[in-house]
């Protein structure tokens, strides 16, 4: 068969990403909060704490404990899903505190608990992705020390061509070998803080794919860095800073 | 950053200056001869010493600072307080400036009761309280108010002007508490309901340039 060009169905590159919107200090009642959307993936993530942790059973005298909760709402997704924590769900927001705690200084904090609750109000792929970078903003804002800020981003193999930030419809893709789905997390200075495989793909493409995920997550980053200092600015005014 | 003493928003993980003359203050870290942000909020540099004032998340307890709290719980030594932080706060007898009987700690002050204290120091384990000194100890009457912490500084605006603001139009005693209390002392309800309702203005409207202008504005209204 003669090799075509490759078409995205919604016409991207295969390193462009979705339009990303990201918003901080969305939840007026959370000590951090943030919106991060791409294409029609919404998440809204809002950080507690650091609280005094509850059962005292569960306090670690050495440092806060990082407490994540992914959720999707039940009407984010064309047909219902049900309500309330899932195994899927459960699975998701582990990943998200591995991804997130290599950048936390939880050792200043000691017997407490940090609290970030994902919800996932519009799904179209890539939620885990777009919930990491809302949870990361939001903690930041939140006031809690970090080393730096983490950006995600799924790569994804769509029969043999490497992609970023993939869609529901790129993610259901069945021509030829089927889609592979590897959503990485980065800190800005380039380390990887979460990656997951589910498919088939060689030593070399990995590589390749690390690469673009880490193009995409500096893009991600710029956005998340000037939606955090576009709320401080406009809220302090400039006036005693 | 070249000139000191100018500030500008930095978010985790944000190199502030580089250069090996610069040394690292409050919530900042060295890397090689970089100096970078660990918290979100103003990097400031002043004097080569690079820091990071916060502007959001919850209240930190400094020494010095005056808050106010409830009495959570006493122990036979002195009192657990809830001051809104994570840590417990402990007022012990031997910081009331009064005879106090050890057999009878709540005759002093009860559990619910609340207190305007300041902050002796903290430590690993806690924070030690003391209600020595003018305008501290036992709230007997008025009005509370919870504002966010962070907005405790709009309150109190430019060496006090906005909290003088507020007084000299209500005729009440405000105590600002640093941890977002704030203890409104008046001769009526309607007088202390009045400096309540400013209070909550100047927090909700804490971004907006010249405030105290606009609060003048909207005693007159209100009036």
């Known amino acids: 068969m003669a090799k075509k060009e490759f078409q995205r169905p919604d016409g991207r590159k295969p390193d462009e990403l979705r339009p990303i919107k990201a918003k901080v200090g969305v939840v007026p009642n959370a000590d951090g909060s943030a919106m991060f959307s791409t294409g029609d993936t919404?998440?809204?993530?809002?950080?507690?704490?650091?609280?005094?942790?509850?059962?005292?059973?569960?306090?670690?005298?050495?440092?806060?404990?990082?407490?994540?909760?992914?959720?999707?709402?039940?009407?984010?997704?064309?047909?219902?899903?049900?309500?309330?924590?899932?195994?899927?769900?459960?699975?998701?927001?582990?990943?998200?505190?591995?991804?997130?705690?290599?950048?936390?200084?939880?050792?200043?904090?000691?017997?407490?608990?940090?609290?970030?609750?994902?919800?996932?109000?519009?799904?179209?792929?890539?939620?885990?992705?777009?919930?990491?970078?809302?949870?990361?903003?939001?903690?930041?804002?939140?006031?809690?020390?970090?080393?730096?800020?983490?950006?995600?981003?799924?790569?994804?193999?769509?029969?043999?061509?490497?992609v970023v930030d993939l869609n529901k419809a790129e993610e259901d893709w069945e021509e030829g070998e089927g889609a592979t789905d590897i959503p990485i997390s980065m800190t800005s200075d380039g380390k990887i803080t979460h990656f997951q495989l589910d498919g088939k793909i060689n030593n070399e493409q990995v590589q390749e794919a690390i690469r673009m995920a880490r193009e995409a997550c500096k893009k991600i980053y710029e956005i998340q860095k000037e939606a955090l200092k576009e709320f401080l600015t406009e809220n302090e005014g400039g006036k005693n800073g | 950053m070249s000139e000191n003493g100018k500030r500008k928003v930095v978010i985790p993980g944000e190199v502030i200056v580089e250069g090996d003359e610069y040394l690292p203050g409050e919530w900042t870290e060295k890397r090689g001869n970089k100096i970078v942000a660990l918290r979100y909020g103003l990097g400031e540099e002043s004097k080569k010493l690079v820091r990071v004032i916060p502007l959001s998340g919850i209240y930190h307890p400094r020494r010095g600072n005056v808050v106010i709290g409830e009495v959570e719980n006493i122990t036979f030594n002195g009192w657990i307080i809830d001051i809104g932080t994570a840590e417990n706060a402990f007022l012990s007898i031997t910081e009331v400036p009064k005879y106090v009987n050890q057999n009878a700690l709540e005759e002093v002050m009860d559990i619910k009761?609340?207190?305007?204290?300041?902050?002796?120091?903290?430590?690993?384990?806690?924070?030690?309280?003391?209600?020595?000194?003018?305008?501290?100890?036992?709230?007997?009457?008025?009005?509370?108010?919870?504002?966010?912490?962070?907005?405790?500084?709009?309150?109190?605006?430019?060496?006090?002007?906005?909290?003088?603001?507020?007084?000299?139009?209500?005729?009440?005693?405000?105590?600002?508490?640093?941890?977002?209390?704030?203890?409104?002392?008046?001769?009526?309800?309607?007088?202390?309901?009045?400096?309540?309702?400013?209070?909550?203005?100047?927090?909700?409207?804490?971004?907006v340039d010249g405030l105290t202008d606009e609060l003048k504005k909207w005693f007159e209204k209100e009036k």
Not at chain 1, 50 to 60: A, F, G, V
Request: hydrophobic letters at 40%; a positive charge; glycine letters at 8%.
């Open chain 1, 42 to 162: 919404i998440a809204i993530a809002a950080v507690y704490g650091p609280k005094k942790m509850h059962p005292q059973h569960q306090q670690n005298p050495e440092k806060a404990i990082l407490r994540c909760n992914y959720n999707m709402i039940s009407f984010s997704v064309a047909d219902r899903i049900r309500p309330g924590p899932s195994r899927r769900s459960m699975e998701i927001s582990k990943i998200t505190e591995w991804a997130l705690e290599p950048v936390l200084m939880l050792e200043n904090y000691p017997n407490m608990v940090i609290d970030v609750h994902i919800n996932i109000i519009q799904a179209d792929a890539g939620t885990r992705c777009a919930g990491i970078n809302a949870a990361s903003m939001a903690l930041a804002h939140a006031g809690i020390p970090m080393r730096g800020i983490v950006s995600s981003v799924s790569v994804g193999k769509l029969d043999k061509q490497l």
């Open chain 2, 113 to 207: 009761d609340m207190v305007v204290a300041k902050i002796k120091g903290t430590h690993k384990r806690g924070i030690d309280l003391t209600i020595k000194g003018r305008g501290l100890g036992k709230i007997e009457e008025g009005i509370i108010v919870k504002i966010n912490p962070n907005k405790v500084p709009r309150v109190i605006g430019k060496e006090g002007s906005m909290v003088k603001l507020i007084k000299n139009e209500t005729g009440c005693i405000i105590t600002v508490g640093q941890n977002g209390l704030i203890w409104i002392k008046g001769d009526n309800v309607d007088r202390e309901l009045l400096a309540k309702k400013a209070i909550l203005f100047v927090a909700e409207k804490s971004f």
